[in-house]
Nanobody, 120 residues
Framework: QVQLVESGGGLVQAGGSLRLSCAAS????????MGWFRQAPGKEREFVAT????????DYADSVKGRFTISRDGAKNTVFLQMNSLKPEDTAVYYC?????????????WGQGTQVTVSS
């Protein structure tokens, strides 16, 4: 099994920055790609960003392109989400997820989430 624990959420003013971290533990050798998702109150969970096993490929939701950057430290089994120029509409619970293959969009493991609140 794989466990994912997010950290780094909090309250920030619009225009500010936050860096989320997701630490993986357990059978981390089975993890391929990882991703970040978010869910705002009353809305469905949505994709934010993803990164491949070797970190060479990334993809972002249009709403965060140019503002958010996903990266990973393979040695430490950690994935990061650097969020700049935050907007009130970025307010949500952010979830880290891991998948077992870079050739599927299905995520097999999820973290508990971390709250990000952006004030106007």
């Amino acid at each position: 099994q794989v466990q994912l624990v997010e950290s780094g959420g909090g309250l920030v003013q619009a225009g500010g920055s936050l860096r989320l971290s997701c630490a993986a533990s357990g059978r981390t050798f089975i993890i391929a790609g990882m991703g970040w998702f978010r869910q705002a109150p009353g809305k469905e969970r949505e994709f934010v960003a993803t990164i491949s096993r070797n970190g060479g490929n990334t993809d972002y939701a249009d709403s965060v392109k140019g503002r958010f950057t996903i990266s990973r430290d393979g040695a430490k089994n950690t994935v990061f989400l650097q969020m700049n120029s935050l907007k009130p509409e970025d307010t949500a619970v952010y979830y880290c997820a891991a998948r077992l293959s870079d050739y599927t969009s299905e995520y097999n493991y999820w973290g508990q989430g971390t709250q990000v609140t952006v004030s106007s």
